[in-house]
C-alpha cells in the first residue's frame, strides 16, 4: 500500500489521450481535491504503489497495464479506494463484471459533462470512499479489541493453571510429610487401623487447605476442624 494522506481528498485520472486529461483538470480547475494524472497503466501503477487514492478514474485500454487490471489490484491491496470507469465503448458483459464482480462505483461513456454528471458522481464517491475507511476503521478497532480479549483470557488462564499447579505441588508434598510424622505414632505403637483413619483424616484436611478461589476461607476453617477432631480422638495436641 501507498503513503496514507493527511486527510485532503485525492483522485487519479488515467487516460492514454493527453487532450482529455487536460479536458479534465481544466473542469477541475475550481475544486480543492487533489488530482494526479496518468497517460498508460506503467505510469499509474507506480503512482498507486506510492499513494492510496481515495477515487481512481481510468480507462479500460490502457498501455502496459489495462483498466482491468488497475481495477483488480486496487480491488485487492486498497479496497476502500472507489473505482470509476471512464471510456469510449463497453459491452453489456464487460459492465455487469465491473459493477458485479469488480465493485466500480461508476462508468461514464464518452463523452461527458465534467462539470456536471460527472463531478456529481465524484463528489459521491469522495463521500462513498469515507464510509468504507470508516467501516474498515471500526473492524481493525473490533479486531484488535477482541485479541485484546483474546490476550486477556489466555492470561488469566495461565495464571488458574499455575495456581492449580501449584496447588497440587503443596497437596502432594504435605501428604508425604504427613507419612514422615506418623512415624511417631508407630513408634508408640499406635494401631494400624488408627494410624490408617488418621492419614485418611489428615489428607482430607490437606485436601482443604489446598483448594483455593472463593472458598479458601471456609476451607480452611473446614481443615482446623478436621484437624480438631482428631487431636481429640487420639488425644494429642500439635508441637508447638
Known amino acids: 500500500m501507498g503513503e496514507q494522506k493527511n486527510g485532503s481528498k485525492s483522485m487519479l485520472f488515467i487516460s492514454k489521450y493527453p487532450q482529455i486529461i487536460q479536458e479534465f483538470l481544466d473542469a477541475m480547475g475550481e475544486q480543492e481535491f487533489e488530482i494526479d494524472t496518468a497517460l498508460n497503466g506503467i505510469e499509474a501503477a507506480k503512482k498507486i504503489k506510492k499513494k492510496d487514492y481515495d477515487v481512481v478514474v481510468t ?6 497495464y489495462n483498466g482491468e487490471q488497475i481495477i ?3 480491488n485487492k491491496n486498497v479496497p476502500s479506494t472507489v473505482c470509476i470507469i471512464y471510456t469510449t465503448t463497453i459491452s453489456p458483459a464487460q459492465l455487469h463484471f465491473f459493477i458485479n464482480e469488480r465493485n466500480v462505483f461508476r462508468v461514464f461513456l464518452r463523452p461527458v459533462d465534467f462539470k456536471g454528471v460527472f463531478l456529481e458522481a465524484l463528489a459521491e464517491a469522495f463521500e462513498y470512499h469515507a464510509v468504507q475507511v470508516k467501516i474498515a476503521q471500526d473492524e481493525q478497532e473490533k479486531r484488535e479489541t477482541q485479541e485484546n480479549q483474546r490476550k486477556e483470557i489466555q492470561a488469566i488462564e495461565h495464571r488458574m493453571r499455575m495456581q492449580q499447579l501449584a496447588g497440587d505441588s503443596l497437596n502432594r508434598y504435605m501428604k508425604r510429610l504427613m507419612r514422615l510424622t506418623l512415624k511417631e505414632y508407630a513408634a508408640e505403637k499406635v494401631p494400624q487401623e488408627e ?8 489428607e482430607r484436611a490437606v485436601d482443604w487447605c489446598c483448594r483455593k478461589g472463593d472458598q479458601t476461607k471456609e476451607a ?6 478436621i484437624m480438631e477432631n482428631i487431636f481429640a480422638r487420639t488425644g494429642r495436641r500439635p508441637r508447638r
Do not use: D, R
Open 72 to 74: 483488480t489490484y486496487l
Open 59 to 64: 480507462g479500460l485500454s490502457l498501455e502496459g
Open 220 to 225: 480452611l476453617a473446614q481443615a482446623e476442624g
Open 195 to 202: 494410624l490408617a483413619a488418621v492419614l485418611s483424616e489428615e
